[in-house]
Structure formats: structure tokens, C-alpha cells
């Protein structure tokens, strides 16, 4: 696993220990950045069910100015800050050890939006819909922002949810991913 372009390309990242976390593929990465970027000027993203970091740390290679992480996991917040450390992203990321859920209400308290959000949870505990929801209702993601879901193939998201509309899926084996934006 590394981090696959921009200012940081090449650097190894490590997995979490264990199995409990399934990182994003390299290909499955690349792949969705060049769906959604490929490059950023600035912005802020929102890693949530964060795993390793890859997907936020990649965000921040690309051109991301900040990004905050959550995961439930010790293992998983010890692996993120080894990652970010790696790749001296330190002063630009902030990390938190809870519960997505809980974590949004965090953020929607603090008046926080942001232009990407990554949302990579357990494919056994699917709550994508209901997370999306909750971001549709309290104004998470800024106008022209972006949701990506990575989630098993056998999942299928709605078209829209409240303001939000699909913009792509893509399936890769076992894997999908749906993105959605928020017009302006």
C-alpha cells in the first residue's frame, strides 16, 4: 500500500495489524481520484471509518489543504498517525477515535462542511444510507462537494438522497464504489 500520486507519491503506508480493516486497493484508489479529482487546490476532507489513512492521506498528497480522520479502532488511530507521521502531514490533520455516527454529530456541532467525504465502512455493517442521510440533512458537504462509498458489489445506493444525486458507480470485483455530489 502507498500513496499513489502527487506531492507524496511512493510513500509506504502501512495496513492496520490484523484483519478487522480491509484497505482500499491502490488500483481501487487510483481509479476513484481520477473520477474525482485527480488534484485538488485546497479544500477539507472527512476520512471517516478511516482504516490505514490511505484515502485522506492520498487526498492530502493530491492537493488537499486539511483533512480529519475517524475510526473506532485503536489499532486503526495508531496506524493513521504512524501514516500521516510518514508522510509529514501532522500540522494538516486531525485524528479521532469514534464512532462515525457520533463523529458527524462532532463535526455538525462545530459548523464544519466539507468539500470530500470518504466513507469506507465494515461491508457487513452497511449504514452508507443512513450516514448519508444524516449529512444531506444538517448541510455537511459544501455545494459542489463530493461523497465517495466504497462498499460491497452486492449493495446497490439510491439515485439520490435528499440534495445529493449519484454521480458514478463503478464495480471492480467484489468492490463498488458510488459517488455523489452536491450540485451547486
Known sequence: M???SGNRKGKALKAVPGS?????????????FNIIG?????????????GSGG???????????????????GK????????VNTCDFEDR????RNEAERALKAVIKRELSFDIIFMDPPYKKQQL?????IINEANVLVEGGTIVCEHGSDIQLPDTVGKLEKRKFEKYGMISITIYHLPI
Open 38 to 50: 485527480p488534484y485538488f487546490d485546497g479544500g477539507i476532507v472527512l476520512d471517516l471509518f478511516a
Open 93 to 96: 490533520v486531525e485524528i479521532y
Open 129 to 133: 444510507l443512513k450516514l448519508l442521510e
Open 55 to 73: 484515502l485522506g492521506i492520498e487526498a492530502l498528497s493530491r492537493g488537499i489543504e486539511k483533512a480529519i480522520f475517524v475510526d473506532k479502532d
Open 20 to 32: 478487522s480493516t480491509r484497505p482500499t486497493t491502490d488500483k481501487v484508489k487510483e481509479a476513484m
Open 2 to 4: 502507498r500513496v499513489v
Open 76 to 83: 486503526a488511530i495508531q496506524t493513521i498517525r504512524d501514516n
